[in-house]
């Protein structure tokens, strides 16, 4: 039921773009995303609730396709502070929450 | 802070020894979640509460795991008969329409 990731890991300059990639076996309720540093417990960013919504906030924005089962975090203009692990996290009904295999994200100046 | 406190932050205990972690949750979230972190891995779920309710259990929790929610407010997980292999970091999450998580409790079993 662990939605599964792509990439695993990227490395980026400071200003450059990502796309997280998130998809599911199962059809999905909504999806949530959360960034985690190392150490830390995993923060909220955002959720996405209905099939083909997008969310943005400043320069990180997210889109999901109710039908194919698939999310994607798209972060612009990529800072220093967004290193982190990334993992979204999946509803299949309104209880159950599941979080995917994760996505290492270094950003170097 | 989330509001989402776990207690304690960190344990350590011999190998066969029982354990309990508690979570205090947002008031007015009544779904409550645990889950176990390994290093280098995503949070995998355990076990999730509405209210008292337990209402689904993963295959991941052995019966010497066990977890309740009495009245609906904080909740408890124990692990009985500690082993190697149940050294992770315990998540608490609590849900509204987001989730915040408590910082953890990190178990060393030695």
């Known amino acids: 039921q662990q939605p599964v990731q792509s990439p695993q890991a990227v490395i980026l300059r400071e200003g450059e773009d990502a796309v997280i990639n998130c998809s599911s076996s199962?059809?999905?309720?909504?999806v949530h995303w959360y960034r985690q540093k190392h150490g830390e417990a995993p923060v909220f960013l955002m959720i996405?609730?209905?099939?083909?919504e997008q969310k943005g906030h400043e320069k990180i924005s997210a889109s999901f396709n109710e039908k194919k089962q698939q999310s994607s975090l798209y972060l612009t203009a990529s800072q220093l502070s967004y290193s982190g692990t990334y993992f979204c996290g999946t509803a299949a009904t309104g209880n159950q929450f599941y979080f995917g295999t994760g996505t290492s994200l270094t950003v170097i100046p | 802070d989330t509001g989402v406190s776990q207690n304690p932050r960190h344990k350590i205990t011999k190998r066969g020894q029982n354990v309990t972690f508690r979570c205090d949750p947002i008031s007015e979230h009544n779904r409550l979640y645990w889950y176990r972190q390994t290093l280098g891995q995503g949070p995998e779920f355990l076990t999730y509460f509405q209210n008292e309710a337990q209402l689904e259990k993963s295959r991941l929790l052995s019966d010497r795991f066990s977890a309740e929610r009495p009245k609906g407010s904080f909740s408890t997980l124990e692990i009985q008969r500690t082993e190697q292999g149940d050294s992770a970091m315990y998540l608490c999450?609590?849900?509204?329409?987001?989730?915040?998580f408590g910082q953890g409790t990190r178990l060393t079993v030695v």
């Open positions: 996405l609730l209905k099939g083909g």
């Open positions: 199962k059809a999905l309720y909504s």
């Open positions: 999450a609590t849900r509204g329409t987001e989730a915040f």
